[in-house]
Nanobody, 119 residues
Framework: QVQLVESGGGLVQPGGSLRLSCAASGSIFSINVMGWYRQAPGKQRELIANKISGGSTNYADSVKGRFTISRDNAKNTVYLQMNSLKPEDTAVYYC?????????????WGQGTQVTVSS
């Protein structure tokens, strides 16, 4: 079993910054993809950014140029630096990881962390 533990959410004013962290632990052989999704009230969960082993990175158009994803493979940790935050970035942010373990390749989710952008 693998656990993803997120931290770093909170309340921030428009134009401000936050940094989210997500650490994976448990029976991990390797991690293919780590990324971040978000879900705002009444909306579907959407991919914000992910980083694939080997270096490929993807961003949603809505966050390009404002958010930066990074990984520390030695620590099985992914970060999301969020700058120039807007009220429409308000959502619950979820960490996601595709992990190779004893049972093969499985997909895992964190518990979610609330990000609120408001003055």
């Amino acid at each position: 079993q693998v656990q993803l533990v997120e931290s770093g959410g909170g309340l921030v004013q428009p134009g401000g910054s936050l940094r989210l962290s997500c650490a994976a632990s448990g029976s991990i052989f390797s991690i293919n993809v780590m990324g971040w999704y978000r879900q705002a009230p009444g909306k579907q969960r959407e991919l914000i950014a992910n980083k694939i082993s080997g270096g490929s990175t993807n961003y949603a158009d809505s966050v390009k140029g404002r958010f930066t994803i990074s990984r520390d493979n030695a620590k099985n940790t992914v970060y999301l630096q969020m700058n120039s935050l807007k009220p429409e970035d308000t959502a619950v942010y979820y960490c996601n990881a595709a992990v190779w373990g004893p049972l093969g390749l499985r997909n895992y989710w964190g518990q979610g962390t609330q990000v609120t952008v408001s003055s």
